[in-house]
């Protein structure tokens, strides 16, 4: 079975700032895919960030770019220039390409605040 | 695109009770999967369905608990019996065909007294 592992369970990070949040997964498969995502207090979660596994190049959307090293089963995600907006529950999620759903299995997630 | 809706936000229930929560999911999206997110955990799979057809199902879902999506539309996830044990909240997502970014709702909150 899949493990997603987050061994951070609270970070903090001054206003522009940067701050990586750290996960690690166990998986046998070779294609799969991994996110991180973004929970603020009391609303809906929001993709931050998707890595294709059979891609070497890391994934980059805007101030969010994460590290990907499949050997290490290691994907962690960097913040960059941290806005007081940025503060939520990061998860980190792996899907395994081969089952047709696509299900997700999360991480316990890592609780980021931005200290202005 | 009003994006996932869940209702209610909030459900108190006493124990034994049946619950029903809805999910509308973002139009045209064929993929709907709910969510189980207890205090300080990070979300678990219970079920999915493409279209109509629920295609898989968590060890999770106990026989307590149905989930259907007639039409291929909105879901609704059904609880019978409630224990004390239900008491968590609730996340629907939807996806559109051809991707696998899960659009989530904002989720319906159970508290089982």
């Known amino acids: 079975a899949q493990t997603v592992t987050q061994s951070q369970p609270e970070m903090s990070v001054q206003e522009a700032e940067t701050v990586t949040l750290s996960c690690t997964y166990d998986t046998s498969e070779s294609d799969y895919y991994l996110f991180w995502y973004k929970q603020p207090p009391s609303r809906q979660m929001i993709l931050v960030i998707r890595?294709?596994?059979?891609?070497?190049q890391n994934a980059t959307e805007n101030r969010f770019s994460v590290n990907f090293q499949k050997a290490a089963k290691s994907f962690s995600l960097k913040i960059s220039d941290s806005q007081l907006g940025d503060a939520a529950m990061y998860f980190c999620a792996y899907a395994y390409s081969g089952a047709g759903s696509y299900q997700l299995t999360f991480g316990k997630g890592t609780k980021l605040s931005v200290i202005p | 695109d009003t994006g996932v809706s869940q209702n209610p936000r909030h459900k108190i229930t006493k124990r034994g009770q049946n619950v029903t929560f809805r999910c509308d999911p973002i139009s045209e999206h064929n993929r709907l999967y709910w969510y189980r997110q207890t205090l300080g955990q990070g979300p678990e799979f219970l079920t999915y369905?493409?279209?109509?057809?629920?295609?898989?199902k968590s060890r999770l879902l106990s026989d307590r608990f149905s989930a259907e999506r007639p039409k291929g539309s909105f879901s609704t996830l059904e609880i019978q019996r409630t224990e004390q044990g239900d008491s968590a909240m609730y996340l629907c997502?939807?996806?559109?065909?051809?991707?696998?970014?899960?659009?989530f709702g904002a989720g319906t909150r159970l508290s089982v007294l």
């Open positions: 369905f493409q279209n109509e057809a629920q295609l898989e």
């Open positions: 890595q294709e596994a059979y891609k070497q």
């Open positions: 997502a939807s996806s559109a065909p051809g991707t696998n970014i899960q659009y």
